[in-house]
Every structure is written in C-alpha cells, then in structure tokens.
C-alpha cells in the first residue's frame, strides 16, 4: 500500500461510496427475499448486489483517477 498515493483518503471513500450501499441494498433485498422466497427474488437480490457493487466501485475508481491520484506525495 505503500506505492498507492493517499491510501487512507482511497479507503475511507471506497466505504462510503461502495461498502455502504451495497449494504444498504443486501440488508434490504435479504429481508424481501426471506419474506417471499421465490426464485424471481432470489435472481433479483444477487443481480441488485452485484449492479450495486459494480457501479460504484465504478464511480468510487473514477473519482479516485481523477481526483486524488494526481496529488502526489
């Protein structure tokens, strides 16, 4: 971790950009899908996770290219 520039600010912004919503959608998607199991919100719960996931380690990744990346120490 020593080579990444500004390794706090990079893992303090991945929580809150990705760990916590993707959180937020299992902690609310395991609850719908246990009220209801069917196989329709069994695919929906782990595609939810996974687009969630995706997309935001996809913004979190850009904003840290962009933004924190270019200071260097």
């Known amino acids: 971790m020593k080579n990444v520039p500004h390794w706090q600010w990079f893992v303090l912004l991945y929580l809150l950009l990705v760990a916590i919503p993707v959180y937020l959608v299992h902690s609310f998607l395991k609850s719908r899908a246990y009220a209801n ?35 260097r120490n």
């Not at 069917?38 to 913004?59: P, Q, R």
Request: proline share 0%; net charge positive.
């Open 37 to 71: 199991r069917t196989f329709g919100n069994l695919i929906l719960y782990f595609i939810s996770v996974l687009a969630t996931g995706y997309l935001m380690h996809s913004v979190c990744m850009w904003l840290y290219f962009t933004i924190f990346f270019q200071f």
